[in-house]
């Protein structure tokens, strides 16, 4: 008789591109229940907390943990410069690691269904797709009249054109710094007037 009672279970796959964005869409939902000990900020967009592993902030807090934005589900320690992304901030949160983390960020971000064990094989390796990093950056952008991007326009002589496709954001991602900066963003136009793939930062 052949005994299985020892046969390892396989491992469960998660597409963790997939598992990281659905975190960053729905930040709001399960950062605060992590972080039980975070202060909510006044415009509730954020969570304040002493560094990121949750601790109270004293103050306004030195770590802060994006519940919406270019950002969601990020945290940036800006007294240490760390920085985390939303697996890193449930690990910090919960002390779990490897595969437990995974299955963990999986139920968090409301994904039952596993990746295929086995990825078709390929010729060419697919292109990350940004589509939703950009979609957030632009719904954070307003038309630049009488935003500091107007200022920097003039200030190079230049006036608003007055375009729909030239927009002002407060807070464009610099993970370089670990901080956001103002910018502007252009919106891309191919010649028949279609939009176009990406965005242009400045």
């Given at each position: 008789?052949?005994?299985?009672?020892?046969?390892?279970?396989?491992?469960?796959?998660?597409?963790?591109?997939?598992?990281?964005?659905?975190?960053?869409?729905?930040?709001?939902?399960?950062?605060?229940?992590?972080?039980?000990?975070?202060?909510?900020?006044?415009?509730?967009?954020?969570?304040?907390?002493?560094?990121?592993?949750?601790?109270?902030?004293?103050?306004?807090?030195?770590?802060?943990?994006?519940?919406?934005?270019?950002?969601?589900?990020?945290?940036?320690?800006?007294?240490?410069?760390?920085?985390?992304?939303?697996?890193?901030?449930?690990?910090?949160?919960?002390?779990?690691?490897?595969?437990?983390?995974?299955?963990?960020?999986?139920?968090?971000?409301?994904?039952?269904?596993?990746?295929?064990?086995?990825?078709?094989?390929?010729?060419?390796?697919?292109?990350?797709?940004?589509?939703?990093?950009?979609?957030?950056?632009?719904?954070?952008?307003?038309?630049?009249?009488?935003?500091?991007?107007?200022?920097?326009?003039?200030?190079?002589?230049?006036?608003?054109?007055?375009?729909?496709?030239?927009?002002?954001?407060?807070?464009?991602?610099?993970?370089?710094?670990c901080r956001g900066w103002p910018g502007l963003i252009a919106i891309l136009r191919?010649p028949g007037g279609e939009r176009a793939p990406g965005i242009h930062r400045t």
């Amino acid at each position: 008789m052949i005994d299985l009672n020892d046969i390892a279970v396989p491992k469960t796959r998660h597409d963790l591109a997939a598992v990281k964005e659905r975190l960053a869409c729905t930040a709001a939902d399960w950062l605060p229940g992590l972080f039980p000990e975070a202060r909510l900020a006044r415009d509730r967009r954020s969570l304040r907390c002493a560094d990121l592993s949750g601790r109270p902030p004293r103050k306004e807090g030195s770590c802060t943990i994006h519940l919406d934005g270019p950002y969601a589900g990020w945290g940036f320690d800006y007294a240490t410069g760390e920085r985390a992304g939303p697996i890193d901030l449930i690990a910090q949160a919960t002390g779990l690691c490897d595969g437990a983390l995974f299955d963990e960020a999986a139920r968090l971000a409301g994904i039952d269904h596993p990746a295929p064990r086995s990825a078709p094989t390929s010729s060419m390796r697919a292109r990350p797709n940004h589509s939703a990093e950009i979609a957030r950056l632009v719904g954070g952008a307003v038309p630049i009249a009488g935003t500091p991007g107007e200022t920097y326009l003039r200030a190079r002589g230049l006036s608003d054109p007055g375009s729909s496709d030239l927009l002002f954001h407060p807070d464009l991602p610099d993970f370089d710094s670990c901080r956001g900066w103002p910018g502007l963003i252009a919106i891309l136009r191919l010649p028949g007037g279609e939009r176009a793939p990406g965005i242009h930062r400045t």
